[in-house]
């Protein structure tokens, strides 16, 4: 059971290029809007059509532009969550249910059943009479949901379910889809530009930026060690230099796990070897630690001035600009919980223009391609 | 008081409405889909008899269905009716005239229509056939219902391009428009007023059930 898509559609100044394969698991797409999300999903349904390619669910083929197969939605069993839940909005919420029902079963009276059962199971009692239009956006998605599950697909592709959605409820219908998505037993498709939903509800995740998309990998390794600048920026890294790896400024001895940060005017030393395509480095801003002056001097570690700090709801966010040649122009953040600075703060230097020396452990430093 | 022409005016505002109906209903949709150029040019030709005279488009109609004409002559001959100077002569003037209303208020109902519902439709694995009718007619009811009460009202009130094809036969062709007109014509102004006062009665209802209608679905959207 899974799925195998490898298409391309030009759009003249855009160009979607995906390829990825998802197995009985919950695959996320991670990408910021307008990269090609929504539209890679919208070819797998057949809503839209890929200019070349191939796209296989559990052995059917369900679009080959050499063997001119392209299968009508209807066929594919795909189920489609929309951003905006597309619920038939002239139905009540039992006729929008029975309708999709009765694509798979003729018998009205089964029909009737089994949406008895999924009302009860999505928490819609009560509501089977109500318009689209009279339910809050949970009671949307959870119809929206059922109508989908109804007829047995082979695979669910969620669209941004939360964008219509904000904070607290948010939050709940996560942990509901949390639920659903566990006992769905085939493969599902979860498309968002959050990486926490992706994060918290993935088991892997591919990037797609603009409309390329990066190899599927395990969410924890696309986190802790994404590959790509696209990928790291997305997973959420704040401080990039470009880098030059195996080079040292000062003509010095070169070793294979030094890499020269350009923008930051600093050579650092890395946990591995660096390889010669590696273009950029990233450091989350949590990971460049504040040495007091009591602590000695070790690789990786270089002067900064404090140009202004930030409070923000539970951490203390800095921002420093390198005390390198070239690095003037560059911008460092630094993260910490507000306990964590004030014990700083207190007895050492602690304000915009000081002079602060800063590291960055070897594994914190993330390599990577263009 | 003859009541022929408030019947013929009746029968052919009704029937016409039903044929510009789904006239005016699949044009609107097959068009939205063309690309720009294409639409833009039958969009003018569709509109034409909007603001065109009654009787250039009555002329028009007679181009074609006129006994002496290719389309009428065909019709004489091979089927042996007569496409002029008949009831539903009629028929045609009025629903040429009446089509461009439903056309236009069909296709901005359509344009409105918000296409990831058919999509959703199409996943579900619901026939084209019934997207259409059960989805994208229901969710554009209210500016297809407007059209198609304008086309009907249109269609009653219909006297250029009906006069010409249609002529005026008391008791066989006669409309409440050219009735009046006939009558007025003859000096016969108290019958000529009571047919106004007739055709005031059934716009009056018409108007009251185009309110009707909409306050209707107005209270079944609040709910």
Redesign the interface.
Known sequence: MSLYVDISKDLGSFRLSAQFEAENDVTGILGASGCGKSMTLKCIAGIMKPDRGRIVLNETVLFDSEKKISLPPQKRHIGLLFQNYALFPHMTVEKNLMTARRTVERDEKKARKAVGEMIERFYLTGLENHRPDQLSGGQQQRTALARILLTNPRLLMLDEPFSALDGYLRWNLELELMDILKEFENTVLFVSHSRDEIYRLCDKACVMDQGKSTPVVPVKTMFDEPETLAACMLSGCKNYSQAQPGWDPDGGEVRKRWVYAKDWGVRLECRHGVSGDIAYIGVRSHYIHILSDREEERPNMFSCRILRIVEDVFNMVIMVTPLNPGSDSARLRLEMPKEEWRTYANGEKGNGGDIIRVWIAPHDILLLRE | MDWYPLYNSLRIALISSGIVFFAGVFAAYYIAKLNPVAKGVLDVILTLPLVLPPTVVGYFLLLFLGTKRPVGMWFLDQLGIKMVMTWYSGIFAASAVAFPLMYRTARGAFESF?E??A?????????GTYIFW??RL??C?QGIMAGLVLAFARALGEYGATSMLAGYTPGRTATISTTVYQLWRTDNDELAFRWVMVNMAISAVVLLAVNMLEKGNRGR?K?
């Open positions: 918000d990831t519902l999509y959703a439709g199409q996943t579900l694995g619901l026939s059960r989805i229901p969710a009811r959207r709910g």
